[in-house]
């Protein structure tokens, strides 16, 4: 891969070098006026990919400047589709490791390996996502992490020193289980015999066994990126809030609390700390929970460990301007989605931010005091979604163009 070379100012009146794979610089435009921008935006589900987002985006900002200077660095909050943003943004190399899905069958299962940071990028969905099944496949009872589990061994294998775990887009409400138990650990009932797969069957656990888990993880720094911040437990849990989404019923939820609240009780009391409060342990089907309490991970934002992860540090310093998005712009975006974690990193480098959203949402002029500049909703006229996801793309491209055209005309 060849890189062009981008010159960032920095504060020491010096001058740095940037390596990115993503830069548009014309070599006969060095040392002239150039606008610098950076594309940053997430994906627009089920209609874009944050690449394509940026690809396009890009294209309408030459329309309008055509000697402009952009960095494409696609991004994600955690949730499903971050691996792909990683991969773009860092340049890792994508590896692929047959594992379980979340009902237990076969299925190759892509992750990221940045070989110079000994690194490895791990999506939870990958292995065990809701978009793995169909709608009548989804039982929050049953579906299990065991492939999470699998692809951290892969890592392991690699020579991994660090990993960043991506707990979005989960099928499983298994509080981890199951990727402890491909880790070495075992879940057992009163008989001593192992518990199947899945949330429900942690009523019956009676004893955790955790001396069989993989020495080698006592070196490994693991980051969970997270982007919710619920208990694992109780009607703001992991049970309660996500379970109807992977098919549960209000019995099944209830079940499945007790479950996960009988898995608290017992991890408590061997590991002698109580983490079923703690601010995201109910991420993921309770992943949250589970890679803190026997991976020891630190539990972040998503976004600001894909943004660390993506060097926006020095993006931002470089940039005049930067456009980011994606499908919906509201007052939950506030809770930590990719356009307001830019934003606010923008506003304390003091740079302004164009949001261009797939729609506008109740709540989203709360994203002004959180350094949005402009937020501008992506439809040219009245359409259906349908007509709008499929045009994205287009649109994308032409609110860029159009915003881009203001912006240099202005004083």
């Known amino acids: 891969m060849r890189y062009a070379m981008v010159d960032l100012p920095t504060n020491m009146g010096v001058t740095q070098t940037l390596s990115s794979p993503y830069s548009?610089?014309?070599?006969?435009l060095i040392g002239k006026d150039i606008m610098h921008i950076l594309l940053c935006p997430d994906s627009y589900k089920?209609?874009?990919?944050?690449?394509?987002?940026a690809n396009a985006m890009a294209r309408g900002v030459h329309k309008a400047v055509p000697h402009a200077d952009i960095i494409r660095c696609p991004l994600a909050d955690?949730?499903?589709?971050?691996?792909?943003?990683?991969?773009?943004?860092?340049?890792?190399?994508?590896?692929?490791?047959?594992?379980?899905?979340?009902?237990?069958?076969?299925?190759?299962?892509?992750?990221?390996?940045?070989?110079?940071?000994?690194?490895?990028?791990?999506?939870?969905?990958?292995?065990?996502?809701?978009?793995?099944?169909?709608?009548?496949e989804r039982d929050a009872r049953i579906t299990s992490t065991r492939g999470v589990g699998e692809l951290l061994l892969a890592a392991l294998d690699q020579g991994a020193e660090k990993a960043l775990l991506l707990l979005g887009g989960s099928a499983t409400n298994d509080a981890g289980a199951g990727m402890l138990c491909a880790l070495g650990a075992r879940l057992l009932d009163s008989q001593g015999d192992p518990l199947p797969p899945g949330g429900a069957?942690?009523?019956?656990l009676a004893t955790l066994d955790l001396s069989g888990l993989d020495r080698r993880l006592a070196s490994l720094t693991i980051d969970a990126a997270v982007d919710v911040d619920n208990p694992l437990l109780g009607p703001q849990g992991a049970s309660a809030i996500f379970g109807p989404q992977k098919g549960a019923t209000p019995e099944q939820v209830e079940t499945l609390d007790k479950?996960?609240?009988?898995?608290?009780?017992?991890?408590?009391?061997?590991?002698?700390?109580?983490?079923?409060?703690?601010?995201?342990?109910g991420a993921a089907g309770g992943m949250g929970f589970a890679t803190r309490a026997f991976l020891g991970a630190s539990l972040k934002p998503g976004i600001e460990l894909i943004m660390d992860q993506a060097g926006m540090a020095e993006h931002l310093a470089w940039a005049d301007l930067v456009v980011t998005g994606e499908g919906r712009l509201d007052g939950q975006s506030m809770a930590g989605k990719t356009p307001i974690g830019v934003a606010r990193a923008a506003k304390q480098a003091g740079k302004p931010v164009i949001v261009l959203a797939g729609s506008l949402g109740d709540g989203w002029q709360a994203a002004y005091p959180q350094g949005v500049t402009t937020a501008v909703a992506l439809a040219d006229g009245p359409m259906t979604l349908a007509d709008a996801m499929v045009q994205t793309a287009s649109l994308l491209e032409d609110r860029c163009e159009s915003l881009l055209r203001l912006w240099v005309a202005g004083p």
Not at 24 to 28: H, K, V
Not at 46 to 53: H, I, P, R
Not at 81 to 101: C, F, N, P
Not at 260 to 268: K, P, Q, T
Request: glycine residues 8%; aromatic residues 4%; negative net charge.
């Open 24 to 28: 548009l610089l014309n070599s006969d």
């Open 78 to 136: 955690g949730g499903e589709g971050s691996l792909e943003a990683l991969l773009a943004a860092t340049g890792a190399q994508r590896m692929t490791t047959q594992v379980r899905d979340a009902l237990g069958r076969p299925i190759n299962a892509h992750w990221g390996w940045l070989d110079t940071q000994r690194t490895a990028y791990i999506e939870l969905a990958e292995a065990s996502g809701l978009q793995q099944l169909t709608r009548a």
């Open 259 to 281: 479950a996960l609240a009988r898995f608290a009780d017992i991890s408590a009391e061997h590991l002698r700390c109580d983490l079923r409060a703690l601010p995201g342990a």
């Open 201 to 204: 069957a942690l009523q019956r």
């Open 46 to 53: 089920e209609a874009l990919s944050a690449e394509l987002a």
